[in-house]
Each structure stands twice: as structure tokens, then as C-alpha cells.
């Protein structure tokens, strides 16, 4: 029964992580696009979005590595 409850922390482990990264992908797309394309027509608000698509990708990154070493922690021991 352990192995059962182990393939499907992990399958659960790997939705959360799939939907996070399109969710993430779905911002970045919504704050980089504009940016790169110069659509608004100002630098500052560019940097802005620019500076906010870094900082939702690193905070992304940050969860996804304490998740995984938390939930592999708990399944290891």
C-alpha cells in the first residue's frame, strides 16, 4: 500500500507543479509580451513589468524547490 500512496503523492506533486508552471507561464506572457514589444510606450512601465515577470519567476521557482523538499521529506521518512 506504500507504493501506491507514493505514486500518487508523486502524481499529485506533478499536477501542482504543471498547473503552477502554466499558471506562471500565463503571467509572464501577460507582463513580458508588452514589454518586449514596447506596446505601452514608456520605459518605466516597461522595466516595471519587466522587474515583475523576474520576481513572479524566481517566487515560482522558491516554491516549487521548498514544495518538492518538503513533500519528498515527508514521503521519505
Known amino acids: 500500500m506504500s507504493l501506491l500512496r507514493n505514486t500518487l503523492m508523486v502524481l499529485i506533486l506533478l499536477t501542482i507543479a504543471w498547473v503552477g508552471f502554466i499558471f506562471i507561464t500565463f503571467i509572464l506572457a501577460y507582463t513580458l509580451f508588452p514589454a518586449l514589444e514596447y ?3 514608456s520605459l518605466t512601465l516597461g ?4 522587474a515583475v515577470g523576474i520576481a513572479v519567476i524566481m517566487l515560482w521557482i522558491y516554491g516549487w524547490y521548498m514544495l518538492t523538499k518538503t513533500w519528498l521529506r515527508k514521503m521519505l521518512s
Do not use: C
Request: zero cysteines; proline letters at 0%.
Open 47 to 50: 522595466l516595471m513589468r519587466v
Open 39 to 41: 506596446a505601452d510606450g
